[in-house]
């Protein structure tokens, strides 16, 4: 006589010796989102940015090289002018000084005595300007004692301003007399500056490069 199934439904089959496996199924891995591709608008935004840069570029180069070869440049330059130095005529003490810097001066301008020493009697010889120009540097110091022909200011004719240029041996024919210049000062970046090429002349590399050479 068989006895009834008390196992409880749901149950899978035992394996062939007789044990019992359990399985468990897993859950389904999440889908992955769909990549959105550039909208259109974006990729035409982007061309045109990029050849925008192209010819900016572009541009940028053919000026270096057209500047280049139709121009002389130069940074081995100096500002210079005529140059004016007030000198004690004779030794003495410095008074009525007033050639102090800033002081436009002219041509026979008294600017100063000098009290000269000798005995009971001090006469008194003036100090006169060689020159109309501004003083730039001022050495004077009133009451001291000055020997004769102590610079005593110096000065400069802002009209007659010039600036020395060292161009190489490769570009000075290129350069002529009456040729337009422009000029840019490190001290004033935004101020416009032109001139003209005065004369031309000709100087040993010791005298005229940034490292002068010893065997000049």
């Known amino acids: 006589m068989s006895e009834p199934n008390?196992?409880?439904?749901?149950?899978p089959a035992a394996a062939g010796n007789g044990s019992a496996a359990t399985t468990t199924?897993?859950?389904p891995a999440p889908a992955k989102p769909a990549r959105r591709g550039m909208k259109r608008s974006t990729r035409i935004a982007l061309l045109v940015v990029l050849v925008v840069a192209v010819l900016i570029a572009g541009a940028i180069t053919a000026s270096y090289f057209l500047n280049a070869r139709n121009y002389v440049t130069t940074d081995n330059a100096q500002i210079d002018g005529d140059k004016i130095s007030i000198n004690a005529p004779t030794s003495g003490t410095l008074i009525d000084w007033r050639a102090t810097q800033g002081t436009q001066?002219?041509?026979?301008?008294?600017?100063?005595?000098?009290?000269i020493q000798g005995g009971f009697v001090q006469p008194q010889q003036s100090i006169r300007a060689p020159g109309d120009a501004t003083v730039v540097v001022d050495n004077g110091v009133e009451g001291a004692f000055v020997p004769a022909g102590t610079q005593l200011a110096v000065a400069y004719n802002y009209s007659r301003i010039f600036v020395t240029a060292r161009v190489d041996e490769t570009d000075i024919d290129a350069v002529a007399p009456g040729q337009r210049v422009?000029?840019?000062?490190?001290?004033?970046?935004?101020?416009?500056?032109?001139?003209?090429?005065s004369e031309i002349q000709g100087g040993a590399a010791g005298v005229f490069?940034?490292?002068p050479q010893s065997n000049t």
């Open 182 to 197: 422009d000029i840019s000062v490190d001290a004033y970046p935004d101020a416009t500056i032109t001139g003209t090429v």
């Open 25 to 27: 199924a897993e859950p």
């Open 105 to 115: 001066v002219h041509k026979d301008e008294v600017v100063g005595r000098i009290k």
């Open 209 to 211: 490069s940034l490292f």
């Open 6 to 11: 008390t196992e409880p439904s749901g149950t």
